[in-house]
């Protein structure tokens, strides 16, 4: 509907009375909210109004100036510190995806859980974008209570993936920026950094949400497994083809057969538990600490049923010790039927150089018993490569523990040069 011009005016063009476009509906809903408390009923997300929401506690006038300014050096330093593993973790995916914005005008951001930026992306047009020549460097804040609504200000505060858009940004000064952020999170479940791209001067001209979403699971589940140093590592999917890909899902079982953490995927496809009782493989797997530590002898992934009675595809290795002690459970229960039959026992870690003879490795072989080595040994007809490839150690850490046998033992284990 369109309004005529007041009599007598020098343009007789008719005004509109609504807006046309979804940033003129997102502005006008942003007045209404803040100056009359009228709610944007399907026009605005929840998240964002909860942003809102906050902001107006902590900041009165939207209107005023923002200034970012990087934390302090020493902040800066020990910030850093904290997030050498993450940015390990990140490395690559970070390159994958700016390699993959190279053709956009979008930037890509990393923070901490506090919203100190780690990393951000260096663009040609940065002085075609004046609000990210300034906020995205290292060390600048962009936590919500210092710049307002954003996309990984939200997914600080809520831990949950958000999208940002122009005038849903809390101040006026942020009103041409786009960005989606979504959570990376540590094997304690908790925050330890945002992913975010953001894009200034123009709406996202491709999925931000989406980008975000698949390369954060992708330094998630990267991060995870650096983590898990002394846990047995499960990778498991209703698809073979899903192992390996952002979409596969992670546990990390722990020296006693518990479930020490679980990945996004994995929850989604297992569910959480219903109390905070700490899990047991058995009660997911169908499997106990045995049986899977059996199946870390396959290098393939195996067909399981889980105690759900869901069918999945599962691959299980064994990281270094670290203190973790899983000797005892070698032995201790039979080969569970819904386990494949070529999965015999093994309590390898990850595989070395045949000439590392290392303290590490000596750490892994502790976890195999005598009765396994000298199984392996039989079965690879006393070859001392063989037997060294298949239990993941190196040659010479094998050689040392049965010259200790020797010693110990008039009776070797049957062994050949």
């Given at each position: 509907?369109?309004?005529?011009?007041?009599?007598?005016?020098?343009?007789?063009?008719?005004?509109?009375?609504?807006?046309?476009?979804?940033?003129?509906?997102?502005?006008?809903?942003?007045?209404?909210?803040?100056?009359?408390?009228?709610?944007?009923?399907?026009?605005?997300?929840?998240?964002?109004?909860?942003?809102?929401?906050?902001?107006?506690?902590?900041?009165?006038?939207?209107?005023?100036?923002?200034?970012?300014?990087?934390?302090?050096?020493?902040?800066?330093?020990?910030?850093?510190?904290?997030?050498?593993?993450?940015?390990?973790?990140?490395?690559?995916?970070?390159?994958?995806?700016?390699?993959?914005?190279?053709?956009?005008?979008?930037?890509?951001?990393?923070?901490?859980?506090?919203?100190?930026?780690?990393?951000?992306?260096?663009?040609?047009?940065?002085?075609?974008?004046?609000?990210?020549?300034?906020?995205?460097?290292?060390?600048?804040?962009?936590?919500?209570?210092?710049?307002?609504?954003?996309?990984?200000?939200?997914?600080?505060?809520?831990?949950?993936?958000?999208?940002?858009?122009?005038?849903?940004?809390?101040?006026?000064?942020?009103?041409?920026?786009?960005?989606?952020?979504?959570?990376?999170?540590?094997?304690?479940?908790?925050?330890?950094?945002?992913?975010?791209?953001?894009?200034?001067?123009?709406?996202?001209?491709?999925?931000?949400?989406?980008?975000?979403?698949?390369?954060?699971?992708?330094?998630?589940?990267?991060l995870l497994v650096a983590q898990s140093?002394?846990?047995?590592?499960?990778?498991?999917?209703?698809?073979?083809?899903?192992?390996?890909?952002?979409?596969?899902?992670?546990?990390?079982?722990?020296?006693?057969?518990?479930?020490?953490?679980?990945?996004?995927?994995?929850?989604?496809?297992?569910?959480?538990?219903?109390?905070?009782?700490?899990?047991?493989?058995?009660?997911?797997?169908?499997?106990?600490?045995?049986?899977?530590?059996?199946?870390?002898?396959?290098?393939?992934?195996?067909?399981?049923?889980?105690?759900?009675?869901?069918?999945?595809?599962?691959?299980?290795?064994?990281?270094?010790?670290?203190?973790?002690?899983?000797?005892?459970?070698?032995?201790?229960?039979?080969?569970?039927?819904?386990?494949?039959?070529?999965?015999?026992?093994?309590?390898?870690?990850?595989?070395?150089?045949?000439?590392?003879?290392?303290?590490?490795?000596?750490?892994?072989?502790?976890?195999?018993?005598?009765?396994?080595?000298e199984d392996t040994l039989g079965g690879?007809?006393?070859?001392?490569?063989?037997?060294?490839?298949?239990?993941?150690?190196?040659?010479?850490?094998?050689?040392?523990?049965?010259?200790?046998?020797?010693?110990?033992d008039p009776a070797p284990p049957p062994?050949?040069?």
């Amino acid at each position: 509907m369109f309004l005529p011009s007041p009599p007598g005016s020098a343009d007789d063009r008719p005004r509109e009375l609504f807006p046309r476009t979804r940033a003129e509906r997102v502005a006008l809903a942003r007045q209404q909210f803040f100056e009359e408390g009228t709610r944007p009923s399907g026009l605005v997300g929840e998240a964002v109004l909860q942003s809102w929401m906050r902001c107006s506690r902590t900041h009165s006038d939207s209107r005023r100036p923002v200034v970012f300014d990087a934390v302090t050096p020493s902040r800066l330093h020990a910030t850093l510190g904290r997030s050498r593993e993450l940015m390990e973790a990140a490395r690559s995916e970070l390159q994958n995806m700016e390699s993959s914005l190279a053709g956009t005008d979008a930037r890509v951001l990393l923070t901490d859980a506090h919203g100190v930026i780690v990393h951000a992306t260096h663009h040609p047009t940065a002085a075609g974008q004046p609000v990210m020549r300034q906020t995205a460097r290292v060390g600048i804040n962009i936590a919500e209570r210092v710049v307002g609504t954003t996309a990984p200000g939200i997914v600080a505060c809520t831990g949950q993936a958000a999208t940002v858009n122009g005038a849903e940004h809390y101040f006026d000064v942020l009103h041409e920026m786009h960005c989606a952020a979504a959570p990376i999170r540590d094997v304690h479940g908790r925050l330890a950094a945002v992913l975010d791209v953001s894009v200034e001067g123009r709406p996202f001209s491709f999925g931000a949400g989406q980008l975000v979403a698949t390369f954060a699971a992708t330094i998630e589940n990267r991060l995870l497994v650096a983590q898990s140093r002394g846990r047995l590592l499960l990778r498991f999917q209703a698809s073979p083809a899903l192992l390996g890909t952002p979409l596969e899902a992670l546990a990390g079982i722990d020296g006693d057969g518990n479930v020490a953490w679980l990945n996004g995927a994995a929850e989604r496809l297992i569910g959480r538990p219903a109390d905070d009782t700490p899990p047991t493989a058995l009660h997911i797997f169908g499997m106990d600490l045995a049986a899977l530590l059996r199946m870390t002898r396959s290098q393939a992934p195996c067909p399981v049923r889980l105690a759900s009675g869901l069918g999945v595809w599962l691959q299980a290795s064994l990281h270094a010790s670290d203190g973790v002690d899983f000797r005892h459970a070698v032995g201790l229960a039979t080969t569970d039927a819904r386990a494949t039959p070529e999965a015999a026992p093994a309590l390898a870690g990850p595989a070395q150089d045949e000439d590392t003879a290392s303290a590490s490795g000596d750490s892994s072989l502790r976890g195999h018993s005598r009765k396994l080595i000298e199984d392996t040994l039989g079965g690879c007809g006393g070859n001392i490569s063989q037997a060294a490839r298949q239990l993941r150690v190196s040659r010479g850490t094998l050689y040392r523990r049965i010259k200790q046998w020797q010693e110990e033992d008039p009776a070797p284990p049957p062994a050949a040069a």
